[in-house]
């Protein structure tokens, strides 16, 4: 008898204290503050994550964009370019020439530089005459190959800088350095291109210069650039 009293006093008291804690709304608030604190770090860490990851792609396209050999100017650089200097007209395959032409700058060097160096230590029993023969044709060919890049490419317009109404213009070419010099033409010193040259489009001051006409938007511009030849044949015959 006296245990099932004492039972029945626990078993009231424990029901007591349960509603009063349902009433009071504890349980509620530890489960809402122990969720969000262990919700808030997770949250914030896949935000970090996530803008990591993104930062890293973005890099990662930059320097694949920078690294391609690219035809035209690169983007967000040409306006700017086009505020501060007047440019009219880029080379389309710019950033390409400059690129081989440092290539075959560096296979020049380094052939001049370690091509007689590697003859001799490699073939000890080699004749010494037969050696020299050996440096001297490998400078010979590396030397050459970079000289006919450079013919090749020197009459190439890297950039154009106009003002219209201006009598002359200023261009950029590409020195034997892979280096753009700058220089200033009149145009009333351009000539017709008299000459089996390839890519070459006029003469000015005994230089030969190509411009991409399909590049060129400035057809005002263009027109000045290309005289034709049957205009100045007509005018000394009327002379």
Same mark, same amino acid.
């Given at each position: 008898m ?9 078993r ?8 009063r804690n ?5 349980p509620?608030?530890v489960?809402?503050w122990?969720?969000t ?8 860490t896949?935000?970090s994550?996530f ?7 973005s890099?990662a396209?930059?320097?694949e964009?920078?690294?391609k050999?690219?035809?035209g100017?690169?983007k967000?650089?040409e306006?700017?370019?086009d505020e501060?200097?007047g440019?009219?007209?880029?080379g @389309?395959i *710019?950033?390409t020439?400059k690129k081989v032409? #440092?290539?075959s $700058?560096? %296979? ?6 370690l ?6 230590m490699?073939s000890?029993d080699m004749?010494?005459i ?7 044709s490998v400078?010979?060919?590396s030397a ?6 450079h013919?090749f ?6 950039k154009?800088?106009?003002q @219209?109404? *201006?009598?002359s213009?200023?261009v950029?070419m #590409?020195?034997? $350095?892979? %280096?753009?010099t700058p220089r200033?033409?009149?145009f009333?010193d351009?000539?017709?291109a008299?000459t089996?040259r390839?890519?070459?489009t ?5 230089n ?5 006409a ?10 000045r650039?290309?005289p034709?030849k ?5 005018a000394?015959?009327?002379l």
């Amino acid at each position: 008898m006296a245990r099932a009293a004492l039972f029945h006093l626990l078993r009231s008291q424990s029901k007591r204290l349960i509603s009063r804690n349902i009433h009071s709304g504890y349980p509620c608030r530890v489960a809402t503050w122990s969720y969000t604190q262990c919700a808030k770090p997770n949250f914030n860490t896949a935000t970090s994550i996530f803008t990591a990851q993104k930062r890293w792609a973005s890099q990662a396209k930059t320097n694949e964009d920078h690294n391609k050999i690219s035809i035209g100017p690169r983007k967000g650089r040409e306006d700017d370019e086009d505020e501060d200097t007047g440019v009219v007209y880029y080379g @389309p395959i *710019s950033s390409t020439i400059k690129k081989v032409k #440092m290539l075959s $700058l560096s %296979t020049c060097c380094l052939s001049v530089s370690l091509g007689p160096v590697i003859t001799f230590m490699t073939s000890p029993d080699m004749n010494v005459i037969l050696k020299g023969a050996v440096a001297s044709s490998v400078i010979f060919l590396s030397a050459t190959t970079t000289a006919a890049l450079h013919w090749f490419v020197s009459p190439y317009i890297h950039k154009i800088r106009w003002q @219209p109404g *201006s009598d002359s213009f200023e261009v950029e070419m #590409m020195s034997w $350095l892979a %280096t753009y010099t700058p220089r200033t033409i009149k145009f009333a010193d351009i000539r017709p291109a008299e000459t089996n040259r390839p890519f070459v489009t006029f003469k000015a001051n005994g230089n030969f210069y190509f411009v991409d006409a399909e590049h060129c938007h400035n057809k005002a511009l263009l027109a000045r650039l290309t005289p034709q030849k049957a205009t100045h044949e007509s005018a000394l015959k009327n002379l």
